[in-house]
């Protein structure tokens, strides 16, 4: 597990990119930054076994051979 990101090392990160942050702003970007980190651990986690990728369906064609 790592560690929370601190609004600190936020504000240097968004510098490092070319992206300063106003005053202020450093808690929000770091809980966003925490939050999406947390959410991404979380997917990594799930099992989709068999599961086809999404590449293989097709949007707006309904399967035929589906059993209802």
Not at 5 to 18: C, M, S, V
Not at 36 to 62: M, N, Q, W, Y
């Amino acid at each position: 597990m790592t560690s929370k990101l601190t609004p600190q090392e936020a504000a240097r990160g968004a510098l490092r990119a070319g992206l300063p942050l106003a005053d202020g702003r450093h808690e929000e970007v770091a809980a966003t930054a925490n939050h999406i980190h947390s959410v991404i651990s979380t997917l990594r986690e799930l099992d989709f076994g068999e599961t086809c990728p999404a590449s293989s369906f097709r949007a707006g064609e309904k399967d035929t051979d589906a059993t209802v």
